[in-house]
């Protein structure tokens, strides 16, 4: 799989303000999987989730919004 490949069930991406700040990819991502909608930014955890049919008018509003403010960076994994 390339490295730059969404994860299975990944339908939705924003990049977040830290991401613009430090060039890496850094993104609240939103995810459909049993009627279930969850957004989750992949700097600070943060999750939002709802039923299927409101993810437009809660899910995805979420993770735009976070996304343009959140400046957490991920902890290091290596
Ligand atoms: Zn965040």
Redesign the pocket.
Known sequence: MPENAWPAGVVARYL?K?AEILGEDIT?DVAEAGGRATAT??????ECRNDLMYANVTVLPWAIE??E????MPRPTA
């Open positions: 977040t830290a609240v930014c992949r700097g600070c955890g943060s976070h996304a403010t959140c400046r957490a």
